[in-house]
């Protein structure tokens, strides 16, 4: 599948600069045995190179800042590093970093800033893919005029939430997720080409659809053939038999009125979300929505509507 998604948005990632900077897991708590008489496990001291990451960040965040402010700037960032315990390695990724991208690539982050990018880029397995396409949104950024920045800001953010749902909910393939985890974010968005085809196809389509502004073209039953309206999957494939049993003529439309207010209760408790909300709770409400399309299609079959 040569004309996919890296086609079309992975240009950007040649628009920006990262250093290099090295990963490492956090350290992990003393186990220890579960009887009474365990001694708890001694607290990790802080990391020298808090003050070295604190420098550095304070300087990416506010060049040119008064020597007082960048004072107490730095003095802030270095006791959230110590009151974090970050690692010597987590430090000196921070310390290390050159500019604003290669330092959303250490986790945990320091800075309110910065903080804020790193929550939206998420942990677990699919952070690597979401830093990836923060690379690829700023680069894409970069190349728009200001005029039309703002909307392209809240498409790329639908693309975002398409993304993260398709990742969080669809088999990708070990060998997308294996490429995304040991390619450089920087050319990793091409490893998206290894997802597998049948979930590719329609991920393609979605994301396309999320930055054109547009509903996606999928075929009824296809895989991911959810409107990208909540970013959790199965409420919005709910969203789409509800849309799908609204407008069946073979019931009368009295009946179908009837039938939708037996789901309101269903719906209610993730229906008041803002879709950003919803997107963000993962698949909590997954068995719920599940539950309700289920309902849905079986009072559709009771009056004709299949």
Avoid at 197 to 211: F, G, M, N, W
Wanted: aromatic fraction near 2%; charged fraction near 25%.
């Amino acid at each position: 599948m040569s004309r996919t998604i890296s086609r079309w948005l992975v240009p950007a990632l040649a628009c920006a600069s990262l250093a290099a900077c090295s990963k490492s897991e956090p350290s992990g708590g003393g186990g220890g045995s579960s009887g009474s008489a365990a001694a708890p496990a001694p607290a990790r001291a802080p990391s020298e190179k808090c003050h070295d990451a604190a420098v550095s960040i304070a300087s990416l965040m506010a060049p040119g800042a008064p020597e007082a402010e960048m004072t107490a700037k730095v003095a802030e960032l270095e006791t959230e590093c110590k009151t974090k315990l970050l690692t010597d390695a987590e430090a000196t990724c921070l310390a290390d970093a050159k500019d604003h991208l290669a330092a959303i690539r250490c986790h945990p982050v320091l800075g309110a800033e910065l903080g804020e990018v790193d929550a939206q880029i998420g942990t677990g397995k699919c952070r690597p893919v979401m830093l990836a396409m923060y690379i690829a949104k700023v680069g894409q950024l970069q190349r728009i005029p200001p005029e039309h920045r703002q909307e392209a800001i809240m498409r790329l953010g639908m693309a975002e939430q398409v993304l993260r749902e398709s990742c969080n909910t669809e088999d990708w393939g070990k060998e997308a997720m294996d490429c995304f985890n040991q390619q450089d974010p920087m050319t990793s968005f091409g490893c998206i080409q290894s997802v597998k085809p049948e979930i590719l196809a329609s991920l393609d389509e979605r994301l396309r659809a999320a930055v054109e502004g547009r509903e996606p073209e999928l075929e009824a039953g296809g895989a991911g053939g959810a409107i990208a309206a909540t970013g959790v999957r199965e409420c919005d494939l709910y969203l789409r038999a509800k849309k799908k049993f609204a407008g069946c003529e073979a019931a009368p439309e009295s009946a179908r009125k009837t039938l939708l207010a037996t789901l309101v209760p269903l719906e209610q408790p993730w229906q008041t979300l803002r879709p950003e909300a919803l997107a963000a709770t993962g698949e909590a409400f997954a068995g719920v929505c599940k539950s309700a399309r289920d309902q849905l299609t079986t009072l559709a079959a009771s009056v004709g509507c299949k």
